[in-house]
């Protein structure tokens, strides 16, 4: 199993790094989270010209039809520089859902206009006061004429506010589905805030709104849709690495710079050490991050693996390292790494926000020490015999 990009990759790394590196200066993530999108308008612009909104996307749709380690690349490269554009919440995720369940016509519909950039799909899964991983609470209902409607609340929606198509999930009876609702449909109330890194989030509430069925009649829609967030968990580590590597490089930096009793913070021994740690926190978290993705990738090559279990092991490692990286770096910063204009204080905030991501790490924890995975030693190659 390959751990190191090819030379493609390396070359696609190279070109996210540049171009949003541009316009994420020192402070600007704080600026773009200000913004009335969210995020900061150009960037997207650039990320959409270069394919990257079109990457999980076939190419009978727009798209390229990458694999997971150019997705990998593209968001560890975004993730150094704490970019706040949805790739993964407003691209990624639901086209991988639309691609497991969605019909040629649907996909015909949604697809293209993800590929291209001219919107983004908010995925409507969670519940208030409800696991991640239990039934919709949502109930869908067939009205008089033969159509579909929704009742119930979501919360929080990622990007909902922004979003011109609502992926929702719901249950018809016994049967789990996602639903395809549009933004502006009768009977939804809307209501906007902000999450924990200060990027968008909604409370979504359906009262009798008019949905469509993502796919056909009657198909559950479950191991779909634990598979795509099982992409999504492993897709947002690449992320996390990123932003893990960014904070080390701020952190040492300021460690250089910070004078206490006349001399640099980085001649305390005790502070080098755990600017040391941290450091090998963060590869241990890369690789990690790493053999997750190699291991998708090897799925997708017909290995025959547990993919939701391994999203859950490397979720909780590098979640785990995520969150310490975060606390360390900002302790180190001292009282500075509190506050809004400091930007380590906005890579701790994402880092927190990704532990929390698609279920949050207590929830995967859990699910990682029940599982049959978490009584063998991963091996290094896929059935390697």
């Known amino acids: 199993m390959n751990l190191e990009f090819n030379e493609d990759q390396k070359l696609l790394f190279e070109t996210v790094d540049a171009a949003v590196g541009r316009g994420y200066p020192a402070g600007a993530r704080g600026e773009a989270t200000s913004t009335e999108r969210g995020w900061n308008d150009d960037v997207w612009n650039t990320l959409a010209e270069l394919g990257l909104t ?15 380690v150019e997705v990998y690349a593209t968001l560890e490269a975004m993730g150094k520089h704490a970019a706040a554009e949805p790739l993964l919440d407003g691209v990624f995720l639901p086209s991988w859902l639309i691609a497991a369940l969605g019909t040629g016509e649907q996909a015909k519909q949604l697809l293209p206009a993800l590929a291209e950039g001219a919107t983004t799909i908010a995925v409507a899964h969670a519940e208030p006061g409800r696991p991640w991983g239990s039934a919709p609470s949502v109930a869908a209902a067939h009205s008089g004429d033969g159509s579909v409607v929704l009742s119930g609340v979501k919360s929080p929606v990622r990007h909902a506010d922004q ?17 395809v609702v549009e933004a502006a449909a009768a009977g939804i109330t809307r209501t906007d805030g902000r999450s924990a890194d200060w990027s968008r989030a909604s409370q979504v509430e359906f009262a009798g709104t008019p949905a469509t069925l993502l796919g056909a009649t009657g198909t559950d829609a479950t191991a779909a849709l634990q598979a795509a967030v099982a992409r999504a968990r492993v897709a947002v580590l690449a992320e996390a690495v990123g932003l893990m590597e960014s904070t080390l490089g701020h952190t ?26 941290m450091y090998a926190r963060v590869e241990l978290a890369r690789s990690m991050a790493l053999w997750a993705t190699a291991t998708v990738e090897a799925i997708d090559g017909g290995a025959d693996v547990d993919l939701p279990a391994i999203a859950d092991d490397a979720f909780v490692f590098v979640g785990d390292t995520a969150t310490a990286v975060a606390e360390e770096a900002v302790q180190l910063h001292g009282g500075i790494g509190m506050t809004y204009e400091a930007e380590v204080a906005h890579h701790a905030a994402r880092l927190t926000a990704i532990a929390e991501s698609f279920g949050g790490l207590a929830a995967a924890r859990r699910r990682a020490v029940a599982a049959e995975s978490a009584l063998r030693a991963p091996s290094a190659l896929l059935n390697n015999a």
């Open 54 to 68: 079109g990457l999980t996307i076939d190419g009978d749709h727009g798209g390229v039809g990458a694999g997971p």
């Open 163 to 179: 979003a011109s198509t609502l992926l929702v999930t719901a249950v018809d009876g016994d049967t789990a589905g996602v639903y």
């Open 252 to 277: 040492v930096e300021y460690l250089k710079n910070r004078k206490q009793f006349g001399v640099p913070l980085a001649t305390f021994q005790a502070l080098v050490h755990r600017a040391s740690d």
